[in-house]
């Protein structure tokens, strides 16, 4: 099961990639939502698929579970969805003043055809 969740995260994490590399900001910006989604696969993964008994000392469970992936995943939930809605009002407020999303037009390269 973990390797298929690992491989699910190696794709996610591909595409988020080739979707950052376009000229579009709306394009960029799901990108990062995605690279996001599978950093949390990859984080979850890492902390092992495993059952285990509440994270609480107790004299009758053996085996505890590692409470440290979900604070994480729940950090990086937090931390992405603020990044998510900077980067929306941002690209609302370029996309007002100049009309364009178009990551090239904002840099001022000249076209191919001017």
């Known amino acids: 099961m ?10 996610m994490i591909g595409a988020s990639v080739y979707l950052m590399l376009s000229k579009s ?3 960029i910006i799901i990108g990062t ?10 984080l979850l993964t890492m902390g092992g698929l495993k059952r285990g008994g ?3 000392l107790d004299d009758s469970v053996q085996q505890y579970s590692d409470p440290l992936p979900q604070a994480m ?18 690209a609302i407020r370029v996309y007002r003043e100049l009309g364009t999303d178009n990551v ?4 001022g390269v000249p076209r191919e055809d001017d």
């Open 2 to 11: 973990e390797i298929l969740i690992i491989i699910v995260a190696g794709i």
């Open 25 to 27: 900001l709306i394009r």
């Open 33 to 42: 939502g995605i690279l996001s989604h599978g950093i949390l696969l990859m």
């Open 54 to 56: 509440i994270p609480v």
């Open 73 to 90: 995943l729940l950090t990086v939930i937090v931390i992405t969805f603020a990044l998510t809605a900077y980067m929306l009002v941002i």
């Open 104 to 107: 090239e037009e904002l840099k």
